[in-house]
């Protein structure tokens, strides 16, 4: 799989993601499950939704040439 989330993309993935557990937990909302997506995609660095848009974040000297 390609990787196509940048380290300052999955830096702010992880802040967000952490924001919404806590969140999620202090307020019993069970909506905080939602937070898994910015965790997971900044984890493994690929996103979906930027594949689908043609969106690549990462570093330009990371791109491996084909």
Known sequence: ?????????????????????????????KWGFVALLPLITAAVAFCPAYCLFHIDTTAPDNHVAN
């Not at 989330?5 to 924001?19: H, N, Q, T």
């Open 1 to 29: 799989m390609k990787h196509n989330v940048g380290s300052y993309d999955a830096g702010i993935r992880y802040v967000l993601g952490w924001l919404i557990v806590i969140w999620g937990v202090h307020t019993g909302n």
